[in-house]
């Protein structure tokens, strides 16, 4: 994928919170570490789906790239722009680029505030708008997200939760942005439901030419989201390939297990498992070597010791697997 494609460009990410410990004279005795060197880009149009278990860094990757965190080194790099050296009219132009869609809609939303002021609130901000017209908009943005627009007055309490995440996707779309961060839209919402929110923000991605970062904790949620798939552990991506040629051909056994784990919606068809023992270990303490070492079935000796790098496994496919460096060194061996 050419360069001047991208949209975003997120390089050698780190976010280590530290751990302090005394009141009078606090000294730093430890970090959390929630991002330990991700780099990816998302061009123009594109979805990246960024899974992973819980507390394996895709969350504060994302309120990173918006700057509701502030990265401990690395860069975001917007329309050539580092996010975090953008000041005055540059900042805002990027605060109107991208937007954020959060998993909660329930507390996403002012209960105090109603629709109308909660979609208008970027058109106060962002432009320069006459209170008539931005109630139009709203309206407007409701019908867009399927909402009637009489709903309006109405606050968030006498919704329901799709309903919420519909009015949410209405104030993150309002002010066009190009980036939307699609923080686990869907996990908090019934099943019934996530297949109309995922169908919803695919549709408005055509309509308004959108890009997304679509984060989730499994992998059957941004299988018909993504154009690519990033595969976090502990702070660090893994595997990043096209979508389809992920789920075919998954090259980390991390992501082989995560697959497995899709549940098959036919009784008659049986598929292997592989088991994922244990939970992801501790950040502040993360293993040696591989991190993922303890919980793999296929563990080398080798891998408590070396940390194993992203390398191209095929075209457009990464991964960070000592297997991989092992298979090449047994194919120049027999050679
Ligand atoms: Fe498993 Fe070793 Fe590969 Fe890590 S490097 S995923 S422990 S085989």
Redesign the pocket.
């Known amino acids: 994928m050419s360069q001047s494609l991208d949209l975003v460009q997120v390089r050698s990410l780190v976010k280590h919170y530290p751990i302090t410990r005394g009141v009078v004279f606090s000294r730093q005795v430890g970090a959390v570490r929630a991002v330990d060197g991700v780099n990816f880009s998302i061009a123009r149009g594109e979805t990246l789906g960024l899974v992973g278990e819980s507390g394996c860094g895709k969350t504060t990757t994302g309120k990173i790239m918006i700057r509701l965190e502030q990265p401990t080194s690395g860069s975001v790099l917007f329309e050539g722009t580092d996010v975090f050296k953008a000041k005055g009219q540059q900042l805002k132009q990027i605060r109107r680029d991208i937007k954020i869609i959060f998993q909660d809609p329930h507390s996403a939303l002012n209960p105090r505030m109603s629709v109308n002021d909660i979609i208008a609130e970027p058109f106060t901000v962002h432009t320069a708008l006459k209170p008539r017209d931005i109630r139009q908009r709203v309206r407007e943005l409701l019908e867009v997200v399927g909402l009637n627009p009489s709903y309006a007055n109405r606050y968030p309490n006498e919704f329901s939760g799709g309903q919420r995440q519909r009015i949410g996707i209405a104030r993150a779309i309002a002010v066009n942005p190009k980036l939307i961060i699609c923080d686990e839209p869907v996990s908090a919402l019934d099943v019934s439901i996530q297949a109309q929110i995922i169908n919803l923000l695919k549709k408005l991605q055509k309509e308004f030419n959108l890009t997304y970062l679509f984060i989730a904790h499994d992998l059957s949620v941004v299988k018909h989201m993504s154009d690519r798939i990033a595969v976090m552990y502990l702070g660090r991506i893994?595997e990043m390939n096209d979508a389809k040629d992920l789920y075919r051909n998954p090259n980390?056994?991390?992501t082989q297990a995560l697959l497995a784990a899709i549940p098959i919606p036919d009784p008659t068809v049986s598929r292997k498992r592989l088991q994922l023992e244990g939970t992801v270990p501790s950040p502040i303490n993360p293993p040696t070597g591989?991190a993922?070492?303890p919980r793999?079935p296929?563990?080398?000796p080798e891998?408590s010791r070396i940390v194993?790098q992203l390398v191209e496994v095929g075209p457009n496919h990464y991964s960070?697997?000592?297997?991989n460096q092992e298979q090449s060194t047994t194919l120049t061996a027999s050679v």
């Open positions: 893994v980390h056994p991390y591989c993922f070492h793999c296929q563990a080398l891998c194993p960070a697997c000592l297997l």
